[in-house]
C-alpha cells in the first residue's frame, strides 16, 4: 500500500474510505499497510521521542491488532492533523468554502506546487491573504503552526505532504513579498518561533532542488533579519545553516552580513575570530561551538575549543543533535581527521545516542562510513589491549 495525499477538496467520506482501505490492505497482510499504522499511530510511537515509531521486533509489530478508529487516527495523522476530529472539521470548512480556511489552503497548494498563475489570481482576488495564517490543528508543538503562505516556501515545519519546493520557487516568493508578505513573519513551530529564513536554511527540499541559496539572495535583499529571530532552537539563521549542513547557505548568509557568532565562527572555520570571542563567551556557546565545528569537519577549531577546556563526551546542546556526542556527529557527516582528533583527546566509543540507541561505531557501520569504522575498530582494540587511546 502507497499512500496517496487527496486533493484539498476531497470530502470526509473520501478519507473514510482511505481509511478503509489501509485497514483491509492490513487485513490482506500488507508490509506497506502495517508500516503506515507504525509510523503514524500515537499508540505505535515512542513514549518520549514522539515521533519515532517504537522498537518492536517482527513478531510484537505483526501481533499488533487494528480497527476502524485506529484506521481513521492513522489516516489523519498522515495528513498531520491531530487526529480524525481535527481532520474532519478542516473537511467541512473546506466543503462550505470557510472564507477564512479555503482560500488559504487553496494558495498553500499553489505555492507547494509552483502554480504561480493561481496563486497571484488567489491573492488578487483576495488581498489579505498574503498575512493569513494557517488554522490547521496538528500533532506538533504547538498544535496550531500559524504558519503564513511564505513559510510554506520554506518547505519545513508544516504538514509533511506539502513539504516540497518547485523550480519557480523564487518566483512564487517574490510573488508574495511583492503582494506584502511579511520576510520576518513568525510561524510557531519545533516548540518555538520561526521565520522562512530559518527554516529556508534547514529545509532539505529547496536545497535539493538548488534554490536554496537564491532564495537567500531574495529575502535577504527584501530585509529578513540576518540575526537572531525568534525563539527556540533556531533562532540564528548561520548556526542553523551549520546544524543541518548546508554550509553554502551559511556562508551566503556571511555574505550578506549576518553576524557571526562563537558557534558560527567555529563551524565556519574562523580560527583567528574565535580566538578572540571564545574568552568573552558563554558555557553554552562555547559547548555549541564545539558540537557545530565537529559536525562541520573543522579540525582546527575543534582542537582550540578541546584545548579551552571542552568536553568532547557532554552530549551536544538543544538546538545541535542533543541526542548525539560530537563523535556521533563527526562520524555521520565523514569528516575522518576531526573523529581521529576527537578520540586522541578521550572521546569515549562506547556512548551511545539517546535515539538510536548506537554507539559512533554503529553510526559508522549503518551510514556505510568505511575508513571512519576502521579506525574506530583500531581504536577500539587499542583501548582493550592499552586501557587508552594515545594520539
Excluded at 336 to 352: F, H, M
Amino acid at each position: 500500500m502507497q499512500f496517496v495525499a487527496l486533493p484539498l477538496t476531497a470530502a470526509i467520506a473520501e478519507y473514510e474510505s482511505q481509511a478503509e482501505s489501509l485497514l483491509e490492505a492490513w487485513r490482506a497482510g500488507d508490509a506497506g499497510a502495517l508500516q503506515f499504522f507504525h509510523a503514524h499511530l500515537p499508540r505505535m510511537l515512542d513514549d518520549r521521542v514522539k515521533w519515532l515509531p517504537k522498537r518492536l521486533s517482527e513478531e510484537e509489530l505483526r501481533a499488533a491488532v487494528f480497527d476502524m478508529d485506529d484506521a481513521r487516527t492513522a489516516v489523519a495523522r498522515g495528513y498531520d492533523f491531530a487526529g480524525w476530529e481535527a481532520l474532519a472539521a478542516f473537511a467541512a470548512a473546506i466543503e462550505r468554502r470557510d472564507p477564512e480556511v479555503y482560500p488559504f489552503e487553496r494558495a498553500v497548494d499553489a505555492v507547494a506546487d509552483g502554480d504561480l498563475a493561481s496563486l497571484r489570481s488567489l491573492l488578487k482576488e483576495y488581498p489579505g491573504l498574503v498575512r493569513a495564517r494557517s488554522k490547521r490543528v496538528t500533532h506538533f508543538d504547538p498544535p496550531v503552526h500559524r504558519a503564513t503562505l511564505l513559510h510554506y516556501v520554506a518547505a519545513n515545519g508544516t504538514e509533511g505532504y506539502r513539504q516540497r519546493t518547485p523550480g519557480n520557487a523564487v518566483e512564487i516568493a517574490t510573488a508574495l513579498l511583492d503582494a506584502g508578505a511579511e520576510a520576518d513573519a513568525l510561524a510557531n513551530l519545533y516548540g518555538g518561533e520561526c521565520t522562512t529564513l530559518s527554516l529556508l536554511v534547514s529545509s532539505c527540499h529547496p536545497a535539493q532542488a538548488g534554490v536554496q541559496v537564491p532564495l537567500i539572495d531574495l529575502l535577504a535583499a527584501r530585509g529578513a533579519s540576518l540575526a537572531e529571530t525568534g525563539t527556540g532552537n533556531w533562532v540564528s539563521p548561520v548556526e542553523t545553516a551549520l546544524v543541518f549542513g548546508y554550509r553554502d547557505a551559511a556562508e551566503e548568509l556571511v555574505r550578506h552580513g549576518a553576524p557571526l557568532s562563537l558557534p558560527a565562527a567555529a563551524g565556519l572555520g574562523r580560527l583567528k575570530l574565535v580566538r578572540e570571542l571564545l574568552p568573552e563567551s558563554s558555557e553554552l556557546a562555547r559547548h555549541r561551538a564545539l558540537a557545530i565545528a565537529a559536525q562541520s569537519g573543522e579540525v582546527e577549531t575543534t582542537r582550540l575549543l578541546l584545548e579551552a577546556g571542552e568536553d568532547p563526551n557532554r552530549f551536544d546542546p538543544p538546538g545541535t543533535h542533543s541526542h548525539t556526542t560530537p563523535l556521533h556527529q563527526a562520524v555521520w557527516a565523514g569528516h575522518l581527521d576531526v573523529v581521529r582528533l576527537l578520540v586522541a583527546r578521550g572521546a569515549r566509543l562506547d556512548i551511545r545516542d539517546t535515539i538510536y540507541n548506537s554507539t559512533p561505531l554503529g553510526w559508522a557501520e549503518y551510514g556505510g562510513r568505511e575508513e571512519i569504522a576502521a579506525l574506530l575498530r583500531g581504536f577500539e582494540r587499542a583501548s582493550d589491549k592499552y586501557g587508552s587511546v594515545e594520539p
